[in-house]
């Protein structure tokens, strides 16, 4: 079919010219071809000439918004999230002006820039895979969903899909009560209306496969996506792009369940699809190669998971793609992985990329921010740049109250580092003050241990300081802590003996 098309765009290019409106309607159709065929360079080629000729000679029309919703669509198969946003939102302000804002056309492009491009098989849609999880997708999806109900009944395809995608962002957020509860209206649609056999029905089996495994219904969950990948293997072969979607999450489960051989052999065969159908330098294939390497990674094969990690980095950086959740996540592991290995340039280099892109992805003041920040301060303190590592670290800690509060357990932790850097640096007065504030809230939070190893050193540093009485106190009560915890026999105990002064003893 591709051939056909690229025939007609010759012969009526030679007799109308390149930018005759024709022209445009051919190179839209070949992109469609293109784009079934996961062809995603071809199509984004087709639609990109095709929009660029519409938009010429005739501005703002339905047709321009059709191309540019399908152009949208791959682009964000291909990891161009941000170009993929733009030209979703294009399509909408053309059809909410040319049909008004309750058009059933309006909805459509609304679940689309949420989420729901059919060519991504509920795996998120631009925002969700973007992971971006905030009010703009569900805005999005719900209003799309009060237009449809205007125009549909409760039981259509179309309803479902918006279901559908309202559940994997339930999911994306942990409420698993609303992504279940979603999910399966979405699944009851679909199979009243299709039956068994069917690829939609396959994809939301596919969605409540992995609810279910957030619920830790491992069994069900199991069943759902095994179900799921022998609906697509019926219909659509072995080699297709769906199946590869259900042996990733397969994977995904085998790994959680411990069972690493098999979790690798689905991986690698999803990994062997998606180089056979979209070629290596393919952002999907970037995404399979990153979860081979964290089965490596799990197996303890660190210089395998490294290559691999390796490899799907070096073809994001040749694809540009920096500023999505998978990207920040690779950049992450390889900083520690450098780290671990002494190679503290080359780690600092790949934390500051993962910081930036968690700050494109999701803005200054996010825990993933504050997590890179951490991580940076404690590469930073293992070469002894005390300054460096003290700022980072309260930086980090800034973010975590003022997202988390200022009694939560990642606060402490925080703060316990940051009475290490004081301590290190000298100033043994600041460090004791911090490490009485994260002691206060491991005890009031009831974590017991936390507590018991908090007060040990809080101890040590008053001993530092002279303050032997103090002192004492604190280590008393790490041992009363640690045996209620672990047992007054306990190996762990005995160690915090050691630090009792021998009449305490």
């Not at 109308?16 to 992109?31: C, D, K, P, Y």
């Not at 056999?197 to 396959?202: D, S």
């Not at 494109?360 to 303190?381: E, I, P, R, S």
């Not at 300081?465 to 106190?473: I, N, R, T």
């Given at each position: ?149 205007q125009h549909l009944p409760e039981d259509h395809v179309e309803i479902a899909e918006i279901y559908g ?341």
């Amino acid at each position: 079919a591709a051939a056909k098309y690229e025939l007609a765009e010759a012969e009526f290019t030679a007799k109308l010219g390149m930018e005759h409106l024709s022209v445009a309607t051919i190179l839209h159709n070949m992109a469609n071809v293109y784009k079934n065929q996961a062809d995603f360079k071809q199509a984004i080629d087709c639609y990109g000439r095709s929009r660029d000729i519409r938009k010429k000679h005739e501005g703002s029309t339905l047709a321009l918004a059709d191309t540019l919703n399908n152009l949208s669509g791959v682009l964000a198969m291909n990891g161009n999230f941000r170009e993929s946003i733009e030209g979703c939102e294009q399509a909408l302000e053309i059809k909410k002006e040319k049909l008004g804002p309750h058009h059933l056309d309006v909805g459509t492009l609304l679940n689309n820039s949420g989420g729901g491009y059919p060519l991504l098989n509920n795996s998120g849609g631009v925002y969700l895979k973007q992971g971006t999880i905030d009010d703009r997708p569900e805005f999005a999806f719900l209003e799309a969903l009060r237009i449809k109900q205007q125009h549909l009944p409760e039981d259509h395809v179309e309803i479902a899909e918006i279901y559908g995608n309202l559940a994997t962002l339930g999911r994306m957020r942990k409420d698993t009560a609303s992504a279940s509860e979603y999910g399966d209206k979405a699944l009851k649609i679909l199979q009243s209306q299709y039956g068994t056999n069917n690829l939609r029905v396959a994809g939301s089996m596919h969605t409540q496969g992995l609810i279910r495994k957030q619920e830790g219904r491992v069994r069900e969950a199991m069943e759902m996506l095994k179900d799921a990948l022998g609906i697509r293997k019926s219909i659509l072969g072995p080699q297709h792009l769906e199946v590869a979607y259900s042996l990733d999450a397969i994977s995904d489960l085998l790994l959680e369940q411990g069972k690493l051989d098999r979790a690798l052999d689905k991986s690698l065969a999803a990994l062997q699809i998606r180089e056979g159908l979209l070629g290596r330098n393919h952002y999907e294939v970037a995404t399979n190669l990153q979860s081979v390497g964290r089965i490596y990674k799990e197996m303890g094969l660190e210089d395998v998971a490294f290559e691999r990690f390796k490899e799907s980095l070096d073809i994001r950086d040749e694809l540009k793609l920096d500023s999505d959740k998978d990207s920040a996540e690779l950049l992450q592991y390889l900083a520690m992985m450098n780290s671990n290995l002494n190679r503290f340039e080359e780690a600092l280099g790949l934390m500051e990329r993962a910081k930036d892109a968690q700050i494109k992805l999701q803005g200054h003041d996010h825990l993933n921010v504050a997590n890179a920040l951490n991580t940076m301060a404690a590469v930073y303190f293992n070469q002894s740049k005390l300054e460096e590592a003290k700022n980072l670290c309260e930086e980090s800690l800034a973010i975590r109250q003022k997202v988390l509060g200022e009694k939560h357990l990642d606060v402490a932790d925080t703060i316990s580092n940051l009475s290490n850097v004081y301590e290190t640096i000298g100033d043994r007065a600041k460090a004791v003050s911090l490490c009485r504030d994260a002691l206060n809230i491991y005890v009031s939070e009831g974590k017991q241990e936390a507590a018991g190893y908090e007060s040990q050193h809080l101890g040590q540093l008053l001993q530092g300081l002279g303050k032997s009485d103090e002192a004492q106190e604190c280590f008393s009560r790490t041992v009363k802590l640690l045996a209620e915890v672990h047992g007054s026999e306990s190996p762990l105990v005995a160690e915090a003996r050691a630090f009792l002064a021998p009449s305490s003893q």
